[in-house]
T-cell receptor, first 112, second 111 residues
Framework: DVKVTQSSRYLVKRTGEKVFLECVQDMDHENMFWYRQDPGLGLRLIYF???????EKGDIPEGYSVSREKKERFSLILESASTNQTSMYLC???????????FGPGTRLTVL | KQEVTQIPAALSVPEGENLVLNCSFTDSAIYNLQWFRQDPGKGLTSLLLIQSSQREQTSGRLNASLDKSSGRSTLYIAASQPGDSATYLCAASSNDYKLSFGAGTTVTVRA
């Protein structure tokens, strides 16, 4: 079974802090994704990566950056957290050959 | 831009009844269509993936159909159980890796 893990289930940070969200997959997938999910807005793609050190902006990249130094690990970075970044963050991975995405358990981030 | 719609937003059925969940999409040039389940406060669990060349996929009590020409997919859940209560999302994939998600249908199965 594909396993996607995220470093924290719940996280509380202060405005202005730098926040790191980590995601690890164990199936040697080439593609990895970061989404945020908000009531009434659904899932929105922040960034995705199709190879090590490669990244593409999604629909809402502002205020975020990403890092992929190893194939299995994809990090989302909030450079200076703001209250409007309070959300559920979901990581996913998929193989190169077809886009079946597998999701992690999510991180509920609260920025105070 | 792909738009994905799921109607109704919520559904309540008695245990044992068959569930029919609808998903429509505007651009028929999809790569595949994926159905997910999400429990409150949790991540998404992949249920079924239908490739664009397929008409349906089955897994246990779940069956999903795809009609690209009409821009529709349907998820059938046979003999529903209280444990099937969750939000079900569909997502259409384009060739640039992106998934376009519907807003989901929240299902309650009454014991």
């Amino acid at each position: 079974d594909v396993k996607v893990t995220q470093s924290s289930r719940y996280l509380v940070k202060r405005t202005g802090e730098k926040v790191f969200l980590e995601c690890v997959q164990d199936m040697d997938h080439e593609n990895m994704f970061w989404y945020r999910q908000d009531p009434g807005l659904g899932l929105r793609l922040i960034y995705f990566s199709y190879d090590v050190k490669m990244k593409e902006k999604g629909d809402i990249p502002e205020g975020y950056s990403v890092s992929r130094e190893k194939k299995e690990r994809f990090s989302l970075i909030l450079e200076s957290a703001s209250t409007n970044q309070t959300s559920m963050y979901l990581c996913a991975s998929s193989p190169w050959t077809y886009n079946e995405q597998f999701f992690g358990p999510g991180t509920r981030l609260t920025v105070l | 831009k792909q738009e994905v719609t799921q109607i109704p937003a919520a559904l309540s059925v008695p245990e044992g009844e068959n569930l029919v969940l609808n998903c429509s999409f505007t651009d028929s040039a999809i790569y595949n269509l994926q159905w997910f389940r999400q429990d409150p406060g949790k991540g998404l669990t992949s249920l079924l993936l239908i490739q664009s060349s397929q008409r349906e996929q089955t897994s246990g009590r779940l069956n999903a159909s795809l009609d690209k020409s009409s821009g529709r997919s349907t998820l059938y859940i046979a003999a529903s159980q209280p444990g099937d209560s969750a939000t079900y999302l569909c997502a259409a994939s384009s060739n640039d890796y992106k998934l376009s998600f519907g807003a989901g249908t929240t299902v309650t199965v009454r014991a």
